[in-house]
């Protein structure tokens, strides 16, 4: 797979402060690339920085093989956006929006009128087209967003936040559309979240403290970097699992052992089989692997 | 240019549908009409019989008429650019709700969004100042009617020539504006401020020479005076068919901004017009100069 995004060395800073430090990453095409950190960490400075709404103090940003710095325009027509907060017109109507929208890619007639048709199927938003932006729920908005976002047939998808504060329903929804343009565009999804799980199913994510990468790789590699195993047992009392000299905590119907590696885990499980008798092993979680790098938890709304 | 035009229709349709914004400017030419009418029209025509001081036997119709003439060249003279400033909130509204952003991560130039901001504003207005145009003129029909059906074309060609200035200069100073305050300040300060230095609350002619030559730099004054020779030209031509002799009628011009004086040299009427077009051709270009930039350096 070819790198979609290739950022180097970036800087930007706000006067004295230093939103973005020497950033370096790359993110291949097709794949879901999660971009973690807490508020202020850097990641909406870098996503402006690649929308071409923010200049950059320093540093290369190559976006499908084309540089920032020299075919801008051309980058921008590759790129679909879903901000934060939703960016339409509160007063107008779903087809007003969308239309208006539409036209500032060129994109006008029976051309927008089979492309809306496309998007209206793909995002459940037929009935809506005539109602006015502001009076829609917060999920009904959001599906018009990303409709506003998917109207260039973007290569690469930029989602800011796009889940917080949306019903589970809704969810469900964003997420199997963005599957399904991944499987059947190959499209690139540069998410960014406070939601760990959603973190958790990407390909490659990126953790961002104070302007700075404080570490990278797959979920799993991260896992396995940044956290250790855990063994839960079950059906068990608690002097036994005293007797393994092991730190552990009580969870629900059980105990959760912590433990380095799933190495040091079998190893546990072979000299103790008696105790093991009903047990799971699982990997840290993406707040785990968070909490090791960063000293902090993210956020306060995890789901 | 889809884009332009698509533009163009979405910021018109939001003037409209927000109701606010709509009422606001259309309510202040006509608030305007009625504040005048109610409180200087007496006034003004108790000076003009103050002036004549009965040497000269003239009908209340023509009093009425010059009066009116005043009156609404001054309304027309200050809706234009007061309107423009109310009509042209739009573009400091989409930054504050993001709208500009999402503009800025498209391929459209910002001089296509520059130019779909001015004509959406100038649409807008335009509409606005022809309906005051239209009530102005019932006003004149009510109180005393000396205009030919020329003067009434070069009126409303005024107007236009007006609201292009003032939807220009609305354009640069709201450029820099990014909240709902900030433009509510300045639409405060340019309603307050205008009609003073463009010579519609009160004539320049009554000012001290140093400020009449301040404000003889100022293009939106030669506006006011275009719109002033255009409603009371018929009540001049009225007033020397009834005998007034012509420097009676040249003072009174005079006293009312009808004749222009830049450092005691007479400006004519054809001057006039090119100071106010050049202008607006000198604003329009610096607007879109100052978007391209912007564009450059984001």
Same mark, same amino acid.
């Given at each position: ?90 007063? *107008? !109507?779903?087809?007003?929006?969308? /239309?208006?929208?539409? @036209?500032? %890619? ?6 927008? $009128? ?76 540069? *998410? !960014?979240?406070?939601?760990?799980? /959603?973190?958790?199913? @990407?390909? %490659? ?6 302007? $700075? ?91 | ?298």
């Amino acid at each position: 797979m070819k790198n979609i995004i290739e950022i180097n060395g970036l800087n930007k800073s706000f006067g004295e402060i230093k939103a973005v430090s020497d950033l370096s990453f790359c993110v291949k095409e097709g794949e879901l690339f999660a971009f973690l950190g807490e508020n202020g960490a850097g990641k909406s400075t870098t996503i402006n920085i690649i929308c071409g709404s923010l200049k950059k103090d320093g540093g290369t940003v190559t976006i499908d093989g084309l540089n920032l710095d020299t075919s801008l325009e051309e980058i921008k027509g590759k790129l679909g956006i879903v901000f934060q907060g939703s960016v339409l017109d509160k007063s *107008l !109507t779903v087809y007003d929006n969308l /239309e208006s929208r539409a @036209a500032l %890619y060129g994109i006008c007639g029976a051309e927008f $009128k089979n492309l809306l048709a496309e998007l209206s199927e793909l995002l459940e938003f037929s009935d809506l087209l005539k109602r006015t932006v502001g009076k829609l729920s917060g999920g009904q908005r959001r599906r018009i967003d990303i409709a506003r976002a998917l109207l260039n047939n973007p290569k690469i998808l930029i989602l800011d936040e796009p889940t917080t504060g949306l019903d589970p329903q809704t969810r469900r929804l964003l997420w199997s559309v963005v599957d399904k343009l991944r499987r059947e565009k190959n499209m690139t999804v540069f *998410l !960014t979240t406070h939601y760990m799980e /959603e973190a958790a199913e @990407a390909d %490659y994510v990126v953790i961002l403290d104070g302007g $700075k990468i404080s570490a990278k790789g797959s979920p799993l590699e991260l896992k396995n970097t940044y956290s250790g195993d855990f063994i839960t047992i079950y059906n068990t009392d608690e002097k036994a699992v005293k007797s393994l000299s092991e730190n552990y905590e009580r969870v629900h119907d059980g105990f959760r052992i912590a433990v380095a590696d799933t190495a040091e885990a079998t190893s546990l499980i072979c000299k103790n089989p008696e105790l093991f008798l009903d047990y799971e092993i699982t990997k840290g979680k993406m707040d785990d692997v968070f909490l090791a790098v960063t000293g902090k938890k993210i956020g306060g709304d995890d789901k | 240019m889809s884009a332009v035009k698509m533009l163009l229709k979405r910021n018109i349709k939001l003037f409209f549908k927000d109701k606010a914004m709509f009422f606001t400017s259309l309510i202040t030419p006509v608030i305007l009409l009625v504040l005048y009418a109610t409180f200087l029209s007496d006034v003004y025509t108790d000076a003009f019989h103050a002036s004549l001081a009965g040497a000269i036997e003239v009908s209340e119709s023509l009093i009425s008429g010059c009066v009116g003439g005043q009156l609404i060249s001054s309304i027309l003279a200050v809706s234009c650019v007061t309107v423009a400033f109310c009509s042209n909130m739009l573009m400091v509204q989409d930054k504050a709700t993001g709208a500009a952003k999402d503009f800025k991560t498209s391929p459209v130039k910002p001089s296509a969004l520059a130019v779909s901001y001015y004509f959406a504003t100038l649409a807008s207005t335009l509409i606005i100042c022809f309906v005051a145009t239209g009530i102005c003129l019932l006003y004149i029909a009510s109180v005393g009617w000396y205009m030919s059906a020329l003067d009434v074309i070069l009126l409303f060609i005024d107007v236009i020539l007006l609201v292009l200035f003032g939807t220009a200069l609305s354009s640069i100073i709201n450029f820099f504006l990014s909240t709902q305050g900030q433009i509510s300040a300045v639409g405060t300060i340019v309603s307050s401020a205008y009609g003073f230095i463009c010579g519609a609350y009160m004539p320049i002619s009554q000012f001290g020479t140093g400020l009449q030559r301040v404000i003889s730099f100022l293009p939106g004054t030669y506006g006011t005076s275009i719109i002033r020779n255009c409603t009371m030209r018929g009540v001049f031509e009225e007033m020397k068919n009834v005998g007034f002799p012509s420097e009676v009628v040249e003072k009174i011009r005079d006293s009312v901004d009808c004749n222009l004086y830049f450092f005691g040299n007479k400006v004519g009427l054809p001057v006039m017009y090119l100071i106010l077009g050049g202008t607006v051709a000198l604003l329009i270009g610096i607007y879109i100069a100052m978007n391209v930039v912007r564009g450059k350096k984001a």
